[in-house]
């Protein structure tokens, strides 16, 4: 099973990376040989990976690094980069790989702070693999101080380092930093797609996996936690009986007080997960002995933690409200489709008596103000305005209609 069979649906995307994958071989060794590199390279310093949530921007980036990597005997042989068994595949897919750095937003935004000992590791030979590779996961949360320092790393680039930047749109990265990038645009998976890995992959039951599938709408990561998770379900399911509940002012302020502690538990689970995991990683890494006090002056280091935890857990409580409100926008596009009479599949065909009573009891123009009031709850969250009076804002307009 090679790294290209973890990317759905992107098969023009993976041809053009194994070919690049392939003259990256031959750059490595001219340089190894000290002879000019090939003329005609399909294999660039830099990299621009865009397309709509759910595509597998950062499985894609993911997969060529990997394949950049690959260490197998069967590459001596013309075998496929990427072979997924090997170390290094193994290594960067997993995200141990030493010379293969993920840059990730932890808050709202990638601070300066947090890039500058990326690109001063971007400007260094691979410690043992074959490429530097930098990959950075939500480029368009650059801020304009860290954009400006990938900015200089991409013009300048080491011979051996390769960036990999991931992002939504071609417009969301600074023109300056994406002039520099080969671009490789990705498109949504097709239903069919994604259940058919689910099946495959996940051992998933047919039935349930079209069914997340399609409630998803393609999008690869939710539907596979949707397919495996049945705590995700439930609150999805909570999610679907909202719109039937707004029938006063108290029942829209307390439906949004539910959809906002629903998000702070998601994100308090994964804070549980990690964060004392990673206290006392970073505390032995400092050496401090086991339940003992930490080293004199390193309390600043652990304050860093702390804060850039505390960043994450609004960010993971941010991103599991966006969850909510893209099942809530296909939810009233479903209503929609049924009140234009539209042969569009409906996504939520578990909710269907819930669709029907809404698209027979509201008509076509509330249906949209509806939806332009989910959309609204998610431009103000993207604001930073507090979750609970966005959201509060939103059942009251949902009620309206």
Not at 135 to 161: F, I, M, Q, Y
Not at 208 to 237: I, K, M, N, Y
């Amino acid at each position: 099973m090679t790294v290209w069979d973890d990317l759905v649906g992107q098969e023009k995307v993976s041809a053009v990376l194994e070919a690049a994958a392939r003259d990256a071989d031959a750059l490595v060794t001219a340089a190894a040989a000290d002879t000019p590199p090939p003329e005609a390279s399909r294999m660039t310093h830099a990299w621009l990976f865009t397309g709509p949530p759910g595509a597998g921007r950062n499985q894609t980036a993911r997969a060529f690094a990997a394949a950049l990597q690959c260490v197998s005997p069967d590459r001596a042989l013309g075998g496929t980069p990427g072979c997924g068994f090997c170390d290094g595949c193994h290594t960067a897919l997993v995200g141990t790989h030493a010379d293969v750095n993920t840059v990730a937003a932890v808050g709202a935004e990638i601070l300066v702070k947090d890039m500058r000992d990326t690109v001063r590791k971007s400007f260094t030979a691979p410690a043992n693999g074959r490429w530097q590779i930098i990959l950075v996961e939500d480029a368009e949360r650059l801020n304009e101080k860290s954009a400006n320092a990938v900015l200089k790393a991409v013009e300048e680039p080491a011979p051996r380092t390769v960036w990999l930047l991931c992002a939504p749109s071609i417009e969301d990265v600074l023109p300056t930093i994406r002039s520099r990038c080969r671009h490789l645009t990705l498109r949504t998976p097709s239903v069919d797609a994604v259940a058919d890995m689910l099946v495959r992959r996940e051992g998933v039951e047919p039935g349930v996996a079209a069914a997340a599938s399609r409630a998803t709408q393609g999008h690869v990561d939710r539907a596979r936690r949707l397919a495996t998770d049945p705590a995700a379900r439930e609150r999805r399911a909570a999610v679907l009986k909202l719109p039937l509940r707004l029938d006063e002012v108290g029942a829209c302020l307390k439906a949004a007080q539910e959809l906002v502690d629903a998000a702070a538990e998601d994100a308090k689970q994964l804070a549980e997960e990690m964060d004392g995991k990673e206290a006392e990683e970073l505390k032995t890494a400092l050496g401090a002995a086991q339940g003992g006090r930490l080293p004199r002056g390193t309390a600043g280091v652990m304050k860093d933690l702390e804060d850039m935890q505390k960043r994450r857990r609004t960010r993971t409580q941010r991103d599991s409200l966006d969850v909510a409100l893209g099942d809530l926008t296909a939810f009233y596009r479903d209503v929609l489709a049924l009140q234009l009479g539209s042969r569009v599949a409906i996504a939520n065909g578990d909710a269907e008596d819930a669709l029907d009573r809404l698209a027979r009891g509201s008509s076509p123009e509330s249906t949209l103000r509806r939806i332009e009031a989910v959309a609204a709850c998610r431009g103000a969250l993207d604001r930073n305005v507090a979750p609970l009076l966005a959201v509060e804002a939103m059942t009251m307009a949902l009620r309206a209609g």
